[in-house]
């Protein structure tokens, strides 16, 4: 059960490093906050490679890139992987701009990342190298439904063997995959989009979960996915007419600051392919 | 009537490039998206042509300049106007540094912004080359009043005329003006001055409605000024005796949430001038 | 009795100059906008001097530093202590990585602070030399208790001593001390410490509270700690079982919105030592 996976970050409280975008990082902290684990910001390529050391995960996410976070990214990504630390890559607005696509494309290249977390648009335009991407949303054209869903498990699979990584494809139904299996998760609700960063706040959440449990990346990933989608229907029941979006992101860390395994174990709605 | 401005923009769901000071860009966003619109954050000079161009607006915001965010602002501002997207500058701290006083200057000579919005030290610095602004909040002897509306009005059309778009000089009361006509508006609450960011909002905001309604910039842009000034007498009013400023900024974004076109018609004040 | 340093902020309403991390930096504003004061921010170092010019007071928070941003700390530090404004300086990872740590010490090195304000591992690394900080959050070996209070006592006295300044060392009690005399202070609550940037938000008030009360940084420092820690306990008051830590930071500066004189006297908790 998935549960377990939780408490684990809970009693282990890994300490995260983030490069992350300047648009979400405060939600990004209090999310692995909420979790349990602690997070640590540094994007200066003087300061990462200390910073880094003393943690036992890294989250790199390129919302915001600028040239010398790029440098940071690559500085920190080879000391983590050489350190054997957990690598999470958040490629936002992949396949939106050439600077976001290379940039994803060649820390993928230059070490072993854990898990890649990402809609579906900006995981085909790593795969594919495609350029299709429409902004940081998954669009219409790029949407896991019921009818398409063998073929994007496959494409998940397919994925994830060919990056040898765990992949994190979110959207209205979240798939998770390695080689040979996938999560089809159908935690969450739409309202959540309607939330600045409930995708960069995943994947610190998912860097803390797969931190805390580092020989089961695929079931701490889905834990992660099935934790903030269950967040986000749990944060909605509390809400009130006059309630909005800025209300509903304090709901969903809110939501996840109280959940214990239990209730992720009783929340959580997913099937394995 | 404005409320159909609003509505224009849940229809169109615009993207709105935003290069933005990062101490109020999570809220910036999340206003965005509370509109109706979606936003995008990038300020590498190697990344903005690229995110811009898929944008149908540009909102330029020099609340914290560094030099690589001012070279991005003129590429973009650049490609934006070649593009013939919606331009907004938001000049935070005009006046108040040598740095910003020109770095807006020059930004307004290379391209032709649809939308000027600050407060009116910062309009004034702008429009009269002179050094009074006091911060960035407007001081007292720079506050439109009843006693100098008329002055102030014909402060804003001249300057909308000589800048060539439209202005929203806004305070206790907004003025919304191009050449030949003025807004006078009466929405919002003092108590919105105790929050960081709500000008920036505003601006993030009017970017969307202006992208939204790219034939009508300055019903447009009053009506963005109406939606967050009654979005301030409405968050308002769900404060308990508790509540202060922070919860005031979630009320106020959630106000934006929950509004639409009809609400936004009963609940606007403001004369034509 | 320190009632009247906060008042004294609601009557000035000093313009502090924050140079600080971007991960809090939005909680830092609303904080100093809270207890009444205004902030302004910025990093450019063609920037800094003009703005910390027009301020009473500079807050450098070493959270997230850049190649650049180190640069305009030395700018606006040397400008500030120039015109004889209050200097407050939050060490954030000193000892976690060499460029904080020789960054802060830089800092120590060329201006005189009026208040340092960190957790105990911080500020063991600056007065010792230290690295023994793990991360930025005091650890269990470095918190003061009943048992060491004494010796941590002498240590923050000693230290501010040797700085020529005052100490602010905040942990599950805090100390806040000049070379003579220490406030031991017992408000707050532990559930702070899951939210991100406490600390950071502390430091912004503390400067907003020395600016107000030049001639009595050490009370001020204290009413600054107290009002924090009481905010705590008086937001965690109006917590409903759903809430949690993204509420509980509305919670926190909300308090400190509503708070006075006469709600601080009452709901101090210290002694002299």
Redesign the interface.
Known sequence: MLGEYLENVRKKSP?VHNIT???????V??II??CGA???????P??VE??TS?CVALNINI??????SIESMHLAAKKAASLGHILVLDPV?AG?????TTTAASLLEEVSFTLIRGNVSELKALALGSRST????ADAADVVTDENLDQMVNFAKTYAKAADCVIAMTGAIDLVANASSCYVIRNGRKEMS????TGCQLSGLSAAFLAANPEHPLEAAAAAVCTMGLAGE?GYS?MH???????Y??????????MNGSTLDKGAKYEIR
Chains 1, 2, 3 share one sequence.
């Open positions: 300490l975008n300047y648009v979400t990082v405060n939600d902290a209090n906050l909420a602690s997070p640590i910001m540094s994007d200066e003087d300061d200390d910073i003393i919302g915001t890139l600028r040239k010398r607005g939106a701009s050439t600077l976001r429409k902004g940081v949303d309607s939330i600045t960063g749990i509390y007419p006059e309630d909005g979006n800025s209300t992101r304090n709901r969903i860390i809110d939501a996840v600051y109280n």
